[in-house]
């Protein structure tokens, strides 16, 4: 018997990480979704000007989707904007370059087909704040990965070491150990980042707006070479966006 439309169909929430031109008219979309993980879907005539939800699909947006499965890739039939954050982003260099890092972050961490909720939630949380300018951007972005990089199981410490635990604050960090470490686990070669730098990263992680927010250009800057080393260790390559991140 053949298989009914409603069973060949599902509907889920999702942010569009990247989109690939497919032929004259169509685009690929990838969707890091509520429900589903990461899904790759082909949007039908979007690049025409008549399409009906062209702009919903550009990156960054959130949107409520219906696909239908299909035997490579899915086929997006409905989309409805949720959030409008692609244009607000869009319209700020510095937004635009810490989105793409996101996503682009986002795309290395997740699979498809496996539950994305918590990474899902990150990255629309992130792409929002962006779009409405609520904090720096690198800091968003700062705070997104090591945020990401701890949901993904890799949480890393900076207050007590994190190998021995032995409590802190320290004044080393390792990013193969797993952040702070103390004198007595400290490697050669280990960072000696400021103590402002290892109380702006405890903030990031546990979103301390406050504090984050107040800190000084210095302390942004080495923290933001520690999160790309710590990203790097785990994802075991870099992540080329991050070169065009504007930072202070």
Known sequence: MPSSTASRTYRTEGVVLRTYKLGEADRIIVLLTRDHGQVRAVAKGVRRTSSKFGSRLEPFMSVDVLLAHGRNLD??????????????????YGCYTAATAIAETAERLTDIGEAGG?????????FSALSRNLHPSELILDSYLLRALATAGWAPSFTDCARCGSPGPHTAFSAPLGGAVCPSCRPPGSASPSPATMELLGALLTGDWTIADASENGARREAAGLVAAYLQWHLERGVPS??????V
């Open 118 to 126: 918590a990474q899902y939630a990150l990255v629309a949380g992130a």
């Open 75 to 92: 086929v997006v039939t409905q989309a409805q904007t949720k959030g409008a954050y692609g244009h607000g982003i869009a319209a700020d």
């Open 242 to 247: 991050l070169k065009h991140v504007e930072r």
